[in-house]
């Protein structure tokens, strides 16, 4: 009798193996002859040299699966170890972005949401414009979770300018980091949607996904890496620049921003407003402009964007 020891790191292994040990129960039903022990992070198997290739590959099967949809259940198990190939992707999916926790589906809800989507396969850099609750943001960390799931990419750096929107900064209680985290809140809570938490909680201790102020930005060099720059419209002419100067070698950059919610003072020009004026026929730089018929939050949201729209145009 021969012994195997695979370890897992592609996945959390106490979510993959489920529930006391559910994916393991179902594989220990499917290769009878083999004694299968789980403990930690590694997987003992011990039986035939045959039993052992087949069993190896099917685990890689339902890892790569549970990877790619962050949910496994009786069925798909069941189905993965029945099947004669790897080939778990439905075609009917080739619209869906990235298979969120729980298998949530995220895709494109819109025309110009899809519009993004269409334009990051054909350019390097996008800005997409326009009101609250359109899904610019959202939209866009969906792509980078695509791109770094599909190893096109090593790291997601997401960024926005700590602008006092209101508030002094200085006066909030905590460290540095815990007063510039609810100026972060709507990039976490968009991860949080697409990434199961300890994996999540792993990227951010390996540097793999990185979210700091525009301010940490200056003097890098953003190669391999899908990077977001969230309410733009609060950017400065210098800010701006420097932003988009940083572009690396096999690097994708998706700038979004509202024009309508400027927090900078008064008579300081908004760097999103130039950067639009000043790029918009530069090749390799794609334009968006989202509206009122692309809020996907609650209804009511369409209705105060039109609302105001009337008065502002008055």
Do not use: C, W
Not at 16 to 26: E, H, K, P, R, S
């Amino acid at each position: 009798m021969n012994e195997k020891i695979i370890e897992i790191t592609e996945v959390s292994p106490s979510e993959f193996f489920g529930t006391q040990n559910a994916t393991i129960l179902q594989l220990k039903k499917y290769f009878p002859k083999l004694k299968i022990v789980a403990r930690g992070n590694k997987v003992k198997v011990f039986g035939d040299d045959d039993q052992l290739i087949e069993f190896e590959k099917k685990l890689s099967m339902l890892i790569k699966y549970f990877d790619r949809y962050n949910k496994l259940d009786e069925n798909s198990i069941e189905q993965i170890l029945l099947s004669d190939d790897s080939k778990t992707k439905n075609s009917n999916e080739s619209d869906i972005l990235v298979h969120g926790v729980g298998g949530k589906r995220i895709k494109a809800q819109s025309p110009n949401q899809q519009k993004m989507v269409d334009l990051m396969k054909k350019n390097d850099m996008l800005f997409a414009v326009g009101p609250a609750g359109t899904g610019k943001t959202y939209t866009a960390v969906a792509l980078a979770v695509r791109a770094l799931k599909n190893k096109e990419v090593k790291r997601i750096i997401l960024t926005r300018p700590a602008v006092e929107a209101g508030e002094n900064l200085g006066f909030l209680p905590g460290d540095f980091k815990e007063k510039l985290d609810p100026y972060m809140q709507p990039l976490y809570d968009a991860l949080r949607d697409m990434i199961p938490h300890e994996k999540l909680d792993g990227y951010l201790e390996k540097g793999v996904l990185q979210i700091a102020p525009l301010a940490f930005m200056r003097g890098r060099t953003l190669d391999n890496a899908y990077v977001i720059l969230d309410e733009a419209q609060n950017t400065t002419h210098n800010q701006m620049k420097m932003f988009l100067t940083r572009m690396g070698k096999r690097a994708k950059f998706i700038i979004t921003g509202d024009p309508g919610q400027i927090d900078l003072p008064r008579k300081q020009v908004s760097g999103l407003k130039e950067a639009l004026l000043a790029l918009k026929d530069v090749e390799g730089i794609g334009m968006v402009y989202l509206d009122d018929k692309d809020v996907v939050r609650h209804r009511i949201v369409k209705r105060i964007i039109k609302a105001y729209k009337s008065i502002e145009t008055e």
